[in-house]
């Protein structure tokens, strides 16, 4: 969810919920003034009836007073009359229903006999009134929040479209094009000061990715050429005449730990180019011409072992990716295959449009199948090999969004590629 659709949804939740609460205490805090209002016209109706009967010697006679309906008895003997305001329902002829009525009743002596009069107050009118202006006060606050959340939602936009600016460049920041971003002035305080933070640290990745990138490719040279000087040194004395069989199997020795250094140099250093990004070429590879190219050079080492190899190729199968990354990635498959087989086993390749497999007999595994995508991690300790194969062909499916799976059962395993 966005953070503005976020503010947004919260605001509207918080105002709806004070909305309700105050239209509810509004409608009893209306109608507890406009009752009180009619308690007083009716206090006010006594008042005047007294006044009235003082000033002309007789009782009121008409059924309404001073716009309130008017009831005039006499007392019965032996009732008993104290002045009380209740409510009451009184059948309204023109409404034809009974109608709820505010009653105020007292006694009044005239001419040395109780009366008792009854002022009623209809509230009929008063609650259409609370409802009129109830309906009117909940358009008015409904439409002044309607402008208010949308003046807060366009203010909002506005605020936040800085952020949005910088995040936009922070996508497209792009280590390999050394596409470094500009941030432009937002006049916000807390922006300027994130636009600030990004820039220094983007300068300092540019920086720690120049020195490592500098530091990978002067180590496959530097390291790589007196390697190659040491074997070739080595292999000019294994040649003499000269040595003895203890110092020929000295300089065997020797030859095999600066291959496996050697070839040990070539993977970290690969890892390293793959995490960094440093192989950018992309070509159209065609998976059956790349695979039927490999098993052909590696046919030599498939008859020694003695492996039956099935091929199930589609013709479409494509990928679009380093040349010299598919070389690695599939020749490391291959190789595990043919090494880790029995002998006389077999290896089933078969390649669909979006899928590549490979199956191959082999010893049952001691670990877990995914311990063996880490690096240095091997099924047998007591093997030569590096533990390195593959965690490489991992990271380059990984360097292409490319998932990798690596199933055993038994003696039988399955690597299975989905791009």
Request: aromatic share 10%.
């Amino acid at each position: 969810m966005k953070l503005l659709t976020k503010i947004n949804r919260n605001f509207l939740f918080t105002s709806v919920i004070l909305f309700v609460l105050c239209s509810y205490l509004f409608y009893f805090l209306l109608r507890y003034v406009i009752y009180c209002q009619v308690d007083e016209n009716v206090t006010d109706a006594k008042t005047r009836i007294i006044e009235f009967v003082q000033q002309n010697g007789e009782l009121p006679v008409a059924q309404s007073f001073a716009g309130n309906r008017l009831e005039v008895r006499k007392v019965k003997p032996g009732e008993k009359v104290t002045e009380q305001l209740k409510d009451t329902l009184i059948y309204d002829i023109e409404e034809q229903e009974n109608v709820p009525y505010r009653q105020l009743s007292f006694l009044l002596p005239f001419k040395d006999e109780p009366y008792c009069i009854s002022v009623s107050q209809s509230q009929f009118e008063a609650d259409d009134l609370i409802t009129s202006i109830l309906i009117y006060m909940l358009i008015f606050i409904t439409t002044l929040f309607a402008v208010f959340y949308f003046i807060n939602r366009l203010t909002a936009k506005n605020i936040w479209s800085s952020f949005n600016d910088t995040l936009d460049k922070l996508k497209s920041f792009n280590l390999i094009k050394e596409t470094r971003p500009s941030f432009s002035h937002t006049g916000i305080k807390e922006f300027e000061e994130l636009n600030q933070s990004l820039n220094t640290m983007t300068k300092r990745i540019y920086s720690d990715y120049s020195r490592l990138k500098q530091f990978t490719e002067n180590a496959s040279h530097e390291i790589q050429t007196p390697l190659s000087i040491i074997r070739g040194k080595i292999e000019t004395l294994i040649q003499s005449d000269t040595i003895s069989e203890d110092q020929m199997h000295s300089l065997q020795q020797i030859n095999e730990a600066v291959s496996r250094l050697s070839r040990l140099n070539f993977v970290l250093l690969t890892l390293t180019k793959i995490e960094n990004y440093q192989f950018t070429g992309s070509e159209h590879i065609d998976l059956t011409s790349l695979l039927e190219n490999k098993l052909s050079s590696l046919e030599e080492l498939i008859q020694q072992r003695k492996i039956t190899v099935t091929m199930q190729f589609d013709n479409k199968a494509c990928l679009d990716m380093n040349a010299s990354l598919a070389d690695l990635l599939f020749d490391n498959l291959l190789s595990n295959a043919i090494k880790h087989n029995n002998e006389g086993g077999f290896i089933t390749i078969a390649i669909q449009q979006k899928q590549f497999k490979i199956c191959n007999s082999g010893s049952a595994l001691q670990i877990s199948p995914e311990k063996l995508f880490e690096r240095f991690v091997k099924n047998n300790p007591a093997s030569d090999s590096l533990g390195l194969g593959l965690a490489l062909v991992k990271k380059i499916c990984m360097s292409y969004n490319m998932d990798i799976e690596f199933i055993s059962n038994k003696n039988i395993h399955t690597i299975t590629i989905s791009f």
